[in-house]
Nanobody, 125 residues
Framework: QVQLVESGGGLVQAGGSLRLSCVAS????????MGWFRQAPGMEREFVSG????????TYQDSVKGRFTISRDGDKNTVYLQMNSLKPEDTAIYYC??????????????????WGQGTQVTVSS
């Protein structure tokens, strides 16, 4: 059974940092691209960042480029999202997702087969 478990969310002041983790189980971790998405209240879920099978390729939403860094550790079956210089508009529930089917689909939330339960990130001004 595939499981994705996120952690690391919390309340932080603007300008602060958080590191989200997503531990994967139930599948061969290196076989899948991974993505981070977020959903703010009243908003649609949006793509934040994606990483290829072995981490050789990454991509980011424009609004987080230069502030967020995605990475993965195959030994720990974990994907991370390091978030620096956080802004109030980054407030959302952050979700980890696995297996969009292809790297070219990594930004497409509708293509992912597996999702975590989400972790809340709140940035105060």
């Amino acid at each position: 059974q595939v499981q994705l478990v996120e952690s690391g969310g919390g309340l932080v002041q603007a300008g602060g940092s958080l590191r989200l983790s997503c531990v994967a189980s139930g599948f061969t971790f290196s076989s899948y691209c991974m993505g981070w998405f977020r959903q703010a209240p009243g908003m649609e879920r949006e793509f934040v960042s994606g990483i290829s099978w072995f981490g050789g390729r990454t991509t980011y939403q424009d609004s987080v480029k230069g502030r967020f860094t995605i990475s993965r550790d195959g030994d720990k079956n974990t994907v991370y999202l390091q978030m620096n210089s956080l802004k109030p508009e980054d407030t959302a529930i952050y979700y980890c997702a696995a297996d969009p089917g292809a790297w070219t689909l990594v930004t497409r939330s509708d293509k992912y087969n597996y999702w975590g339960q989400g972790t809340q990130v709140t940035v105060s001004s």
